[in-house]
């Protein structure tokens, strides 16, 4: 394949998972890694794409719940450590980076 082509979605990671350095207690459930789904433009609704991008909190706060496993509730999304969110935001936005600015940024393609 040629540098110049466009991945084939079917190529690009559509999972990431991030373990928490904080993990989450929900009663006798303790959470301690989340997988990240690469969202689905309908996941994006009511979020301006750019927020996502610059990882801003109130847009986490959308999209988190729709793209997570285990799922997390907008009450753990809100209690969260700015460590953990960060990391989760990180990926967030990793996702809508282009194939170039992944290989500039040293990341896998």
């Not at 540098?3 to 999972?15: C, F, L, R, V, Y």
């Not at 996502?52 to 999209?63: E, N, Y």
């Amino acid at each position: 394949m040629s540098n110049d082509q466009p991945i084939p979605a079917e190529d690009k990671p559509t999972t990431v998972t991030v373990t928490l350095d904080y993990p989450i207690k929900r009663g006798e459930q303790t959470i301690t890694s989340i997988t990240l789904r690469r969202p689905r433009a309908g996941e994006l609704r009511g979020v301006k794409l750019m927020d996502l991008v610059q990882m801003d909190t109130s847009a986490l706060h959308v999209v988190l719940p729709r793209i997570t496993n285990p799922m997390l509730t907008t009450h753990d999304v809100a209690a969260l450590e700015p460590a953990d969110i960060m990391q989760l935001g990180a990926e967030v936005s990793g996702f809508f980076m282009s194939k170039a600015a992944a290989e500039t940024a040293g990341l896998p393609v």
